[in-house]
Nanobody, 127 residues
């Protein structure tokens, strides 16, 4: 089992920056992928950024490319999301999630591909 705890959310004005963290504990050796998702009110949960923990290879949603950066610490137990040039449409609850499978059936951005989830952290961007 993997336990995930997000932190770093808050309120910021448009154009500002935030850095989210996700601390993983438990059977973290089983984790192949770690991904940040977000969910805005009335919208479906969407994949924001993904990292393959074995190599550090990353993928991003088009809406955040060039603004967000996903990274992991050397031990691989903490995931980060550096968010720059924030926009009001980035307002959402942000979740980190892990997958133990080495392959995805539908794709990295589909929530059902993931085994474990954190409780989420709120990000609010005002205009």
């Amino acid at each position: 089992q993997v336990h995930l705890v997000e932190s770093g959310g808050g309120s910021v004005q448009a154009g500002g920056s935030l850095r989210l963290s996700c601390a993983a504990s438990g059977y973290t050796n089983s984790v192949k992928y770690m991904t940040w998702f977000r969910q805005a009110p009335g919208k479906e949960r969407e994949g924001v950024a993904n990292i393959y923990t074995r190599t550090g290879s990353t993928l991003y949603a088009d809406s955040v490319k060039g603004r967000f950066t996903i990274s992991q610490d050397n031990a691989g137990d903490t995931l980060h999301l550096q968010m720059n040039s924030l926009k009001p449409e980035d307002t959402a609850i942000y979740y980190c999630a892990t997958a133990s499978s080495a392959t995805f059936h539908m794709g990295w951005s589909y929530p059902h591909e993931y085994n474990y989830w954190g409780q989420g952290t709120q990000v609010t961007v005002s205009s």
